[in-house]
Nanobody
């Protein structure tokens, strides 16, 4: 059974920092591209960042580039999102996602963790 569990969300003032974690079980991270998405109230879910597990190559949405850093710990099967210089518009539920790289498409989501940035 595949599980992705996010943690690390919370309430922070604008300009502050948070680090989100996504711990995975039941899947081999090296076979997936791991991603962070977020969904603000009344808005569609949007891409934040992704990392290719084998090469570690990151990619970011323009809105977070230079402020957020995605990283991974192979030994712990865990992905992180370091969020610095947070803005009120970063307020959202943040979701971890795993999308398979192989011939058979598989896609998994975590339950989400709330990030609230106060002005």
């Amino acid at each position: 059974q595949v599980q992705l569990v996010e943690s690390g969300g919370g309430l922070v003032q604008a300009g502050g920092s948070l680090r989100l974690s996504c711990a995975g079980s039941g899947l081999t991270f090296s076979s997936y591209t791991m991603k962070w998405f977020r969904q603000a109230p009344g808005k569609e879910r949007e891409f934040v960042a992704h990392i290719t597990w084998t090469s570690g190559t990151p990619s970011y949405a323009d809105s977070v580039k230079g402020r957020f850093t995605i990283s991974k710990d192979n030994a712990k099967n865990t992905m992180y999102l370091q969020m610095n210089s947070l803005k009120p518009e970063d307020t959202a539920v943040y979701y971890c996602n795993a999308e398979s790289n192989g011939a058979v498409w598989q896609n998994y989501w975590g339950q989400g963790t709330q990030v609230t940035v106060s002005s």
